[in-house]
């Protein structure tokens, strides 16, 4: 279960805004990436909160609506498949928590962000930040972010499921299945597909 270390050892530094960032959606071959920022007020209780990769999917979807509302601050941002093809996927995991991060309305002095990763070849996290590994299972606020960043990305891809239905994006979320690889050698890729990602075709 995730606490508040983290977040304490930031205050105990002189930072008065921590918000933690976390992203979904590196490996599938379409969709965007998502990122989301979260600042909680410190020590608040949301019980169930995790690492969102640990939930079931009912959970998070219910956990979603608590988090904005008990959040100080909350952003999601993305950035699209066009662009990942055009740079990488770690310059776009980068640039999307950074764009979550200054999305926030009381901004941050300081991020959580999960992973070891802070910056790709054409973008970085500008805010003054701790990379902390497993951080989604270790922090309140990055659980927090890790769980709307995830749900925000999967009703994208149900949205899309209705736009592009050949490719029951409703039933992976856009990442590799067998049944994902079986549609798109059907039907080739679609617009929101990462060129990138699909050499095995």
Known sequence: MAGWDYEQQAREQGYASVCGCDEAG?????????????TLP????????????KLTEKRREALFPVIQELALAWSVARVEAEEIDRTDILSARMKAMQLAIDGLEIPADFALVDGNRDHGKTAAITTKHLCVVKGDSLSMSIAAASILAKVSRDHYMMEMAQTYPEYAFEKHKGYGTKLHYERLRTYGPSPIHRRTFLKNL
């Open 26 to 38: 590196a490996g599938p071959l379409a969709g965007p990436v998502y990122a989301g920022a979260v």
């Open 42 to 53: 410190f020590g608040v209780e949301i019980p169930g909160l995790d690492d969102s990769k």
